[in-house]
């Protein structure tokens, strides 16, 4: 978001001239002290110091407020109880303080985005304890999950498929829109797109990085196609259980073919529905859609995308349940 929208590390913009001019479209996500330093509307979490210390320490250490990082001093060593019930319990009022203080700050509080992993203890329990707190504090407004699902093939914990299906029972309950990720995607991309042989955890999470910021753009750039986060919500989900989304993105190139190739807006569109694009190790092939959401992002024009999608419905190579219209939102 910062490189987007011209923000340094220390939170400062040379480019907005306007100190205190608070109606710019970002402003969603950043707040503005009087220094005219922007300030990221966020919360970072963990119940062990090690990983937010590293931005406490990091090159954004500047940009984030020191109340926003949250830690405590033992993890939940890949236990859900204990992320829920027992140490989860003690800082979860610390944090929903924290929250409340960010959302006293916003003009028009939309909702929340939640970022988790649910293989660990952490990710799975405090996050399923937060949005049940959530839920209570703010009950209408909406909330969207990112949720990084375990992988079939690679495990750090062997506990993992119980951590995850203990959470999807409160994201079940208590997200509108739950996106789900999957690292041996994410890692197949960047292997066959992006050339990279071994991919680590900064690639990885720079991916799924452009996915969220593509879904929120519209939210802090003006566009021909602007589109809410409750629109995720009214277009997507067919009844209020059936919230889990599978994301795709394209096109995924690197930066040495980026410069050698033109897509066109068609095969843009098609290759977001090659089962390869899929961030969770899934072959939509197999079922049918419910619903379908296109997010278009740059110098697109609403012709080509209406094009484009007139292409694929002729295909009839995506098939839609026979109890949804065959509708494809795009944004």
């Not at 969207?144 to 506990?159: D, K, M, R, W």
């Not at 995850?164 to 994201?171: D, E, I, K, R």
């Not at 278009?296 to 484009?308: H, I, L």
Request: glycine residues 8%; charged residues 20%.
């Amino acid at each position: 978001y910062c490189l987007e929208h011209g923000i340094q590390p220390d939170g400062q913009m040379p480019s907005d001239k306007t100190i205190g001019g608070g109606d710019d479209a970002f402003n969603t996500f950043f707040s503005e002290t009087g220094a005219g330093k922007h300030v990221p509307r966020t919360v970072f979490v963990d119940l062990e110091p090690t990983v937010v210390d590293e931005v406490r320490t990091g090159t954004y250490r500047q940009l984030y407020h020191p109340e926003q990082l949250i830690t405590g001093k033992e993890d939940a060593a890949n236990n859900y109880a204990r992320g829920h019930y027992t140490i989860g319990k003690e800082i979860v009022d610390l944090v929903l303080d924290r929250v409340r203080k960010l959302a006293d700050n916003c003009t028009g509080l939309q909702g929340f985005l939640v970022f988790n992993a649910v293989g660990g203890g952490t990710g799975s329990g405090l996050g399923s304890l937060l949005l049940e707190r959530l839920s209570v504090d703010y009950g209408k407004k909406s909330k969207l999950g990112f949720t990084v699902y375990p992988s079939p093939q690679i495990a750090t914990a062997v506990v993992e498929p119980y951590n995850s299906v203990l959470s999807t029972h409160s994201l079940l309950e208590h997200t509108d829109v739950a996106v789900m990720l999957n690292n041996e995607a994410v890692y197949d991309i960047c292997r066959r797109s992006l050339d990279i042989e071994r991919p680590t955890y900064t690639n990885l999470n720079r991916l799924i990085a452009q996915v969220i910021s593509s879904l929120t753009a519209s939210l802090r750039f003006d566009g021909a196609l602007n589109v809410d986060v409750t629109e995720f919500q009214t277009n997507l989900v067919p009844y209020p259980r059936t919230h889990f989304m599978l994301s795709s993105y394209a096109p995924v190139i690197s930066a040495e073919k980026a410069y050698h190739e033109q897509l066109s807006v068609a095969e843009i569109t098609n290759s977001a529905f090659e089962p390869a694009s899929m961030m969770a190790k899934c072959d939509p092939r197999h079922g049918k859609y419910m619903a379908c959401c296109l997010m278009y992002r740059g110098d697109v024009v609403p012709k080509d995308t209406n094009a484009a999608v007139a292409t694929i419905k002729t295909k009839r190579t995506i098939q839609f349940v026979d109890w949804c219209p065959t509708g494809f939102k795009c944004g």
